[in-house]
Nanobody, 119 residues
């Protein structure tokens, strides 16, 4: 599966932004968002089951970020509200098997999109 993420940019603290990730190839995959800040390891942000019925979030974004998907468009979204400077990172979307939602192991990755949150 190929993934194309977009929607990153520069936003002020407290603002909102929505990332999109269009997938082509394999369908009905669990999908997720990860991020990597400069000098840090890549970390899990959010995941959604292939059906869209279950979502999971890192504690650091719970209540602020919402992951969703439109299977008709093969697209997954990450709505980010109340952004903080510490959310600054390159955000990656990922697709995996039907068990990836639970394991957080994904085998296909997008190219990443930069989010910068200014204070």
């Amino acid at each position: 599966v190929q993934l194309q993420a977009c929607g990153g940019g520069l936003v002020q603290a407290g603002g909102s932004l929505r990332l999109s990730c269009a997938a082509s190839g394999r369908t009905f995959s669990d999908m997720g968002w990860f991020r990597q800040a400069p000098g840090k390891n890549r970390e899990f942000v959010a995941a959604i089951r292939w059906s869209g019925t279950n979502t999971d979030y890192a504690d650091s974004v719970k209540g602020r970020f919402t992951i969703s998907r439109d299977n008709a468009k093969n697209t997954v979204y990450l709505q980010m509200n109340s952004l903080k400077p510490e959310d600054t990172a390159v955000y990656y979307c990922a697709a995996g098997s039907l068990g990836s939602y639970y394991s957080k192991n994904f085998d296909s990755w997008g190219q990443g999109t930069q989010l910068t949150v200014s204070s």
